[in-house]
């Protein structure tokens, strides 16, 4: 069955770091997403690709960067850790027909 | 940019109650989606409303989507245990494939 995953589930990283965490889905989707998700602000979108070599920046990306070499992966790169980007991260992919977001399981990620 | 509201934040219902979550876009709408995400869980896709006016039914929960494409809201009737969870709508821009998110509204049910 076509899945869309996300690695590592957790990771604990110190201030500065640089982080990558993966997204990998075998649904054959154009588009592919990434969010945060922190308490009291829903999901928020970090950036955001809709075929290979394209990318764009949502509405928090600063501190973030994503590259699309193929279909399949979407890695989100947090360039300089910090405390503030401590939160849940949520790839998504679509077909790109206006339609459903196909979430995968999430990362947590803790910065101290 | 683009704005989505959601009300209320939290919602705690007796067993048998309805439950109801409200959403305001700042901007008229293409379509708006609405997600369940349970807790630990991922959000996981519930419908999509496309037309003004548009009502839709799944078992014991009805989505509308206003006249005006800026609101919508989901209403649940005789909660269950199994209805916990976090409801999110998104909303779509015209000519556009990225959603945006309300805060969303975390349902418990009190046994």
């Known amino acids: 069955d076509a899945e869309i995953t996300q690695s590592p589930r957790h990771k604990i990283t110190e201030t500065g770091r640089q982080v990558t965490l993966a997204c990998h889905q075998t649904w054959n989707h154009n588009n592919m997403f990434w969010y945060r998700q922190d308490l009291g602000h829903g999901l928020r979108l970090i950036h955001y690709s809709y075929g290979v070599q394209d990318t764009n920046k949502g509405e928090v990306s600063d501190g973030y960067s994503v590259s699309r070499s193929n279909t399949e992966d979407l890695p989100l790169t947090l360039e300089s850790a910090a405390s503030s980007q401590t939160s849940v991260y949520f790839c998504?992919?679509?077909?790109?027909?206006?339609?459903?977001?196909?979430f995968g399981p999430g990362t947590r990620l803790t910065v101290t | 940019g683009q704005q989505v509201m959601q009300i209320p934040q939290y919602q705690h219902v007796q067993e048998g109650e309805d439950f109801t979550t409200y959403c305001n876009s700042s901007?008229?709408?293409?379509?708006i989606q609405w997600y369940k995400q349970r807790p630990g869980g991922h959000p996981v896709f519930l419908i999509q409303?496309?037309?003004?006016?548009e009502v839709k039914k799944q078992k014991r929960l009805t989505f509308q989507f206003g006249e005006a494409k800026k609101n919508s809201s989901l209403h649940i009737t005789a909660t269950q245990t199994t209805d916990v969870g976090t409801y999110f709508c998104?909303?779509?821009?015209?000519?556009?494939?990225?959603?945006?998110f309300g805060t969303g509204t975390r349902l418990t049910i009190i046994p």
């Open positions: 998504a992919s679509s077909t790109g027909d206006h339609g459903e977001q196909y």
């Open positions: 901007t008229t709408l293409s379509n």
């Open positions: 409303l496309v037309k003004s006016g």
């Open positions: 998104a909303g779509r821009d015209f000519g556009n494939e990225k959603l945006t």
